[in-house]
């Protein structure tokens, strides 16, 4: 019996993307406006669905992954979402304590030192301090154990900020290592770039539309990312895909009319998601299309669709 790829997600049978499969960290980034947060949740979805316990962060943003899927706003507390899925949403002065704690251990001295005003006054003039600590915080619970020697999360998936930022954001290691002298600050910041710039572990997932600005970032994000981060890019995602429709002979059975123009201007369109995914593929990276939802709500029904085309190039 043939079943439909949004059947296939609520059976549980669609997995994440095959060549991110061996992959811990997801980082999923672009042009702001492109969708990155719904494919970082369809992509939680779907590893979850697969059986990994998965954690999706979001990067001191306005919370959405827990109300795409219907759930109340997680804040910065880890909070489970269904079955093998968490989300959290790392903001800065949470992130700072538990980063702080990390180090100190004990919460008396961690109030006494970063609690004081005049020590958070000068803690603002530490160059990235504030993206190293929140990049920390994520990285941490990718090395989290249980008590049966398991990882706590097998896979994490970060809801990353858009392209510049992204940039900025996934160099703090190497600029801490550039900047500090030897210590704790910089041995966290070894290990962390270690992690990201890991081919075993890492994987960038850039997310796009068919749209000249849009696409023309992901190409400079690709490039980016892998010469000035050295995070490898693994998958291309093309949001609002809209396929062709309409052959020649269809419309020449079209009388001169609205429902003539607007099939018109269907294939106009289509022909933009066509050249959009030809540039895409120009990286050399495996390109999935993810066909444009006409949904007047968008939640957790439109996030399983999405899961589903995910989940099956």
């Known amino acids: 019996m043939l079943i439909s790829a949004f059947e296939r997600v609520k059976v549980g049978k669609v997995p994440v993307i095959p060549v991110l499969l061996d992959k811990r960290l997801l980082i999923v980034t672009g042009k702001g406006g492109v969708g990155k947060t719904t494919v970082a949740t369809a992509l939680g979805l779907a590893s979850a669905r697969a059986g990994q316990r998965t954690l999706v962060c979001e990067v001191n943003a306005r919370e959405r992954v827990a109300g795409l899927l219907g759930r109340p706003e997680t804040g910065a507390q880890i909070t489970s979402l269904e079955e093998n899925l968490w989300a959290v949403d790392v903001k800065p002065h949470e992130a700072m304590r538990e980063y702080a704690l990390m180090i100190l251990k004990f919460e008396s001295i961690y109030n006494a030192v970063f609690e004081n005003r005049l020590v958070r006054y000068f803690l603002r003039f530490v160059p990235s301090l504030q993206e190293l600590?929140?990049?920390?915080?994520?990285?941490?619970?990718?090395?989290?154990?249980?008590?049966?020697?398991?990882?706590?999360?097998?896979?994490?998936?970060?809801?990353?900020?858009?392209?510049?930022?992204?940039?900025?954001?996934?160099?703090?290691?190497?600029?801490?290592?550039?900047?500090?002298?030897?210590?704790?600050?910089?041995?966290d910041a070894k290990w962390m770039r270690e992690c990201l710039i890991d081919p075993a572990i890492t994987a960038a997932v850039l997310v796009s539309l068919p749209e000249e600005m849009p696409i023309n970032e992901t190409l400079e994000l690709a490039a980016a990312l892998k010469d000035r981060v050295q995070i490898q890019p693994q998958v291309v995602v093309l949001n609002a895909f809209i396929p062709t429709r309409f052959s020649p002979a269809d419309l020449d059975q079209l009388a001169a009319g609205e429902l003539r123009d607007l099939a018109l201007a269907h294939q106009a369109r289509a022909r933009l998601s066509v050249s959009a995914a030809d540039r895409l593929k120009a990286l050399g990276h495996p390109l999935y299309t993810v066909p444009r939802l006409f949904t007047p709500t968008f939640g957790r029904a439109a996030i399983e669709e999405v899961s589903g085309h995910l989940g099956a190039r």
């Open 133 to 187: 600590v929140i990049l920390g915080k994520i990285l941490f619970h990718l090395k989290e154990k249980r008590p049966d020697g398991s990882w706590r999360f097998e896979r994490i998936i970060i809801d990353a900020p858009s392209t510049g930022h992204a940039i900025t954001f996934f160099s703090v290691p190497k600029v801490i290592l550039d900047t500090v002298p030897p210590g704790a600050l910089a041995n």
